[in-house]
C-alpha cells in the first residue's frame, strides 16, 4: 500500500504565509513527478505546481513568484511555501505522486486526502 499525506492547511489572512507538506509512505522504489494540486468550491481541481525528480518545477501563472515547491527525496516528502497569499487562493490542497512501487512495476499516480487552506480577514 501507498499512503500520501497532507499536512499544514489552515486559516490565515490576506498576504500571510503558509507551508504545505506531503509525505508518501509504503512500499516504494521511486517518485517521479510530485505535485499540488488545489480545488476551490464550485471549480474543477487544477495544478498549482510539480517537480520532477531532478527538481524541475512547473507553476500555473496564478502562483508565480508567490508559491515555491520542493522536495526531500531521501524522506519521501514534498513541500509547498505559500507566500502572499490571496482569498482567491483558499482551497484544499491535493498532492498527487507518480510512484513505481516494486523496480519492475510502472509508475501509478497516487492521490492525498487533501488540506483545507482559507484565506481570509
Known amino acids: 500500500q501507498v499512503q500520501l499525506v497532507e499536512s499544514g492547511g489552515g486559516l490565515v489572512q490576506p498576504g500571510g504565509s503558509l507551508r504545505l507538506s506531503c509525505q508518501a509512505s509504503?512500499?516504494?522504489?521511486?517518485?517521479?513527478?510530485m505535485g499540488w494540486y488545489r480545488q476551490a468550491p464550485g471549480k474543477e481541481r487544477e495544478l498549482v505546481a510539480d517537480i520532477g525528480s531532478s527538481g524541475m518545477t512547473n507553476y500555473a501563472d496564478s502562483v508565480k513568484g508567490r508559491f515555491t515547491i520542493s522536495r526531500d527525496n531521501h524522506k519521501n516528502t514534498m513541500y509547498l511555501q505559500m507566500n502572499s497569499l490571496k482569498p482567491e487562493d483558499t482551497a484544499v490542497y491535493y498532492c498527487?505522486?507518480?510512484?513505481?512501487?516494486?523496480?519492475?512495476?510502472?509508475?501509478?499516480?497516487?492521490w492525498g486526502k487533501g488540506t483545507l487552506v482559507t484565506v481570509s480577514s
Open positions: 509504503g512500499n516504494i522504489f521511486s517518485i517521479n513527478v
Open positions: 498527487k505522486a507518480q510512484i513505481m512501487r516494486y523496480y519492475y512495476s510502472n509508475f501509478m499516480h497516487y
